[in-house]
């Protein structure tokens, strides 16, 4: 964590200070959360454990179950049923999930050409989905019971997409197209 938290300071607060044309270094973007979410559905109850703790392993915390609102039928789904894990990490297990994820998960994807720009929503977040959990080095793949993807949601404080993109390629984030 002390690593890039001090790559932020020493180098990308005054690149994009200068790049930004801001006469405050606080007015400068930083990271505010990273939010990752797994929906699995309606699953086994080992399964469901067993993902919990994998996700629990690569996430550096444990997960908050989310359970259904409604009842459908259709789908054979009872209202409290968990279908799904939540996690938010901020200060410093937020920092170092972003340098776990940026040197060692994104490395790990096959035919990796960088992130997608798609992911901003306008505000300054990125959000990215991964399709299994597999690629984080803490999950072992021989005891995996189900394969399941989810969003990662990096929140930001930058105002507009581009200020966000310049924040998040400063701090290492490879995107694949460039402007």
């Known amino acids: 964590m002390a690593d890039i938290k001090h790559h932020y300071k020493t180098v990308v607060t005054p690149a994009l200070t200068e790049k930004l044309g801001l006469k405050n270094p606080m007015l400068v973007p930083k990271l505010q959360k990273i939010v990752i979410n797994m929906a699995f559905g309606i699953v086994e109850k080992d399964v469901q454990k067993s993902l919990l703790e994998e ?7 444990k997960p908050v179950a989310v359970k259904a609102r409604k009842s459908v039928s ?15 990490l901020r200060g410093g297990r937020m920092y170092d999930f972003f340098d776990r994820f940026v040197n060692n998960v994104l490395p790990r994807i096959r035919d990796f050409r960088g992130v997608p720009v798609r992911g901003f929503d306008g505000r300054g977040n990125y959000t990215l989905g991964l399709k299994e959990q597999t690629i984080f080095p803490e999950v072992d793949p021989t005891r995996i019971k189900a394969e399941k993807g989810m969003d990662i949601t990096f929140v930001t404080t930058a105002a507009d997409n581009p200020s966000a993109r310049l924040f998040l390629e400063e701090m290492g984030m490879p995107f694949a197209g460039r402007k």
């Open 74 to 88: 259709n789908f054979k789904l009872r209202e409290g049923m968990v279908i799904a894990a939540k996690v938010t």
């Open 55 to 61: 996700f629990a392993a690569f996430a550096g915390q």
